[in-house]
């Protein structure tokens, strides 16, 4: 672990150095712009006119993903504030209002789970993004449009394994978060049916979907996988498991840089904001090959290729166990 030991120290210099709105400001500036582009998203749907009503769709769906992806990433790892007990409301806010999802699940399987087992098989070896009944252009390409009718659904079923007060709250916050959706594009929009408001909110909710599960298994699917007893040290575990991808602005802002440019940084020091994720880049990559250790990256286009020669191999069968040769 001396390796690792002397990065986390040339990163802590980086991060003492920084001000608060490197560390946290930036990234809360995104999402607050979000949160204020609601109102504008709303009122293009009342248009009748095909360009305003479009603009309505796109807006509501980027700030939809932004709050969902990029507020409840940041609120899971607790990188929006210091405080302990501010980081437990947004990540209720983030993941349960506006995502529909438990939050107590979700750091639990995302950061104990997933950053605490990155590709060791039947821990954090990203499975829960495989559904080997479907073929590879319905999982690539049609699947994720279900995504904002599953997440609830997971959601509840995962209430099991929380306390009753818990689920109560949960459930609560859940409904409070859709059917505020549903009675704005009612009563704001002007919607005049049911049936036409639940088909917008599902358009925008999906709007990105499909980046959003590519990007989940494009980073990690793949790569080495190791048994639990057979795992390297930290810091080669998450250089030879982890994948970053090029920058994109639009999924830069929605998603954010831990999930796009910088997941092996984010793996590495997951505690970190977005923009810090970002500043500490050239650090990680440039320290990372100065030991000769794997520093991956790959373009979107260049994965997606992969995926859709190797899905069989990759999403349908059980990836094989990596045996460490030649890292030192």
């Known amino acids: 672990e001396a390796l690792m030991g002397e990065l986390s120290r040339l990163v802590q210099v980086a991060v003492r150095s920084s001000s608060w709105w490197e560390r946290h400001g930036v990234d809360i500036c995104i999402l607050t712009l979000s949160f204020l582009l609601l109102p504008a998203g709303f009122l293009c749907l009342q248009s ?66 997933h950053h605490g087992y990155t590709n060791i098989i039947g821990l954090g070896d990203s499975s829960t993004w495989k559904l080997p009944f479907l073929n590879r252009y319905v999982y690539m390409f049609l699947a994720p449009l279900a995504v904002p009718v599953i997440t609830p659904l997971v959601a509840l079923d995962l209430l099991r394994s929380v306390k009753l007060k818990t689920a109560l709250r949960t459930i609560c916050f859940m409904i409070l ?23 917008c909110m599902l358009v925008t909710r999906s709007l990105l979907a499909h980046p959003y599960i590519h990007v989940n298994i494009f980073q990690h699917i793949g790569l080495p996988m190791f048994a639990a007893d057979r795992k390297p ?47 500490i880049k050239p650090i990680v990559s440039g320290y990372l090959r100065e030991k000769r250790l794997p520093y991956n990256e790959d373009s979107y286009a260049s994965r997606l290729r992969l995926f859709l020669q190797k899905y ?3 999403m349908v069968h059980a990836p094989p166990i990596t045996e460490l040769v030649g890292i030192q």
Not at 244 to 255: E, H, I, K, T
């Open 48 to 113: 009748a006119h095909a360009v305003p009503f479009l603009a309505g769709i796109v807006i509501l769906g980027v700030v939809h993903h932004t709050l969902t992806v990029k507020g409840s990433h940041l609120a899971s790892h607790n990188a929006l504030t210091e405080s302990k007990a501010w980081g437990k409301v947004w990540a209720i806010f983030f993941i349960e209002l506006c995502s529909a999802f438990t939050a107590e699940q979700a750091t639990y399987n995302h950061v104990k789970l």
């Open 312 to 314: 069989e191999e990759l």
């Open 177 to 199: 978060g859709l059917y505020s959706h549903y009675w704005i594009l009612l009563h704001i929009s002007g919607f005049q049916s049911a049936w036409s408001a639940l088909l």
């Open 233 to 279: 040290a930290r810091i080669q575990l998450m250089s030879l498991g982890v994948l970053n991808l090029p920058r994109n602005a639009l999924l830069d802002w929605s998603f954010g840089h831990s999930l796009i440019s910088c997941h092996v940084e984010h793996h590495l020091f997951p505690s970190l904001s977005d923009n810090m994720c970002l500043k």
